[in-house]
Antibody, heavy 122, light 108 residues
């Protein structure tokens, strides 16, 4: 069965870089049928799509975060990762990794990790 | 960016009653709309995709309808486990794909 699990620090200092990894089991991220996204949720902004990676290594990002975000993949470990630079308190949220189904132009998300709370604070 | 507006913000109903949730898009999303259920401390769960297709394992009491800018999620007869927050999400126009702000279905 498909499972996703986020891992990474729960506390990040302002101006530093937030780094999270999603470990996928039950399906290969290089299968080509799916896309792999990061989504976050906060009380202020609700659910916000951050970006995605495809098995080719191609990425797409939310324009509001594009200058600060990078998503990469490691097919040998069946993982994909998120880096968000220059964080502020506004980046405090629960971060989810999710599998995107659909097509190149549009994804809905059929499997999600349990989420990890990341707090930005000194 | 397409804005999704959900109504009502809160729906107070009793088990066995019918729930009707609305999602309105700021511009047409064709049929590219999904619905999710989220319970406290859990990730969202996909219920409906492309407006009316139930996801794997979703009970038949959940149904979706609509196209263009107006969409509805209907729960025909509420079970205790259905009391949760529901979100809509569009995949028509990107980046980014966007979510609604949610409708909470609470026990009356």
């Amino acid at each position: 069965q498909v499972q996703l699990q986020e891992s990474g620090p729960g506390l990040v200092k302002p101006s530093q870089t937030l780094s999270l990894t999603c470990t996928v089991s039950g399906v290969s991220i290089s299968s080509g049928r799916y896309y792999w996204s990061w989504i976050r949720q906060s009380a202020e902004k609700g659910l916000e799509w951050i970006g995605r990676i495809y098995y080719t290594g191609g990425t797409n990002y939310n324009p509001s975060l594009r200058t600060r975000v990078a998503i990469s993949g490691d097919t040998s470990k069946n993982q994909f990762s998120l880096e968000l630079t220059s964080v502020t308190a506004a980046d405090t949220a629960v971060y989810y990794c999710a599998r995107g189904a659909g097509d190149t132009y549009g994804n809905h998300f059929d499997y999600w990790g349990r989420g990890t709370l990341v707090t930005v604070s000194s | 960016e397409i804005v999704l507006t959900q109504s009502p913000a809160t729906l107070s109903l009793s088990p066995g009653e019918r729930a009707t949730l609305s999602c309105r898009a700021s511009q047409s999303v064709s049929s590219y709309l999904a619905w999710y259920q989220q319970k406290p401390g859990q990730a969202p769960r996909l219920l409906i995709y492309d407006a009316s297709n139930r996801a794997t394992g979703v009970p038949a009491r959940f149904s979706g309808s609509g196209s263009g800018t107006d969409f509805t999620l209907t729960i025909s007869s509420l079970e205790t486990e259905d009391f949760a927050v529901y979100y809509c999400q569009q995949r028509s126009d990107w980046p980014p794909w966007t979510f609604g702000q949610g409708t909470k279905v609470e026990i009356k």
